[in-house]
């Protein structure tokens, strides 16, 4: 058996047996209009359709010092 960087038995070795390591979701994008590139740099994007205002996740416990 070869022997490479991945490993004894390649990737072979690293995989899942049965399972599923991820699936990706990509929902449609119908282009209406652009972002400015000032308004861009902002968004993080010039196509209004991807941006998802994202809420920041509530804090655990309190933080060490």
């Known amino acids: 058996m070869a022997h490479d960087a991945m490993g004894e038995g390649g990737a072979e070795d690293k995989t899942l047996q049965g399972g599923e390591l991820a699936r990706a979701y990509v929902p449609v994008q119908i282009y209406t209009r652009r972002l400015s590139p000032a308004e861009g740099w902002k968004a993080g ?13 509530p804090r655990r416990g309190r933080r060490r010092r």
Not at 46 to 57: G, K, Q, V
């Open 45 to 57: 994007t010039i196509f209004p359709e991807l941006i998802r205002p994202y809420a920041p996740a």
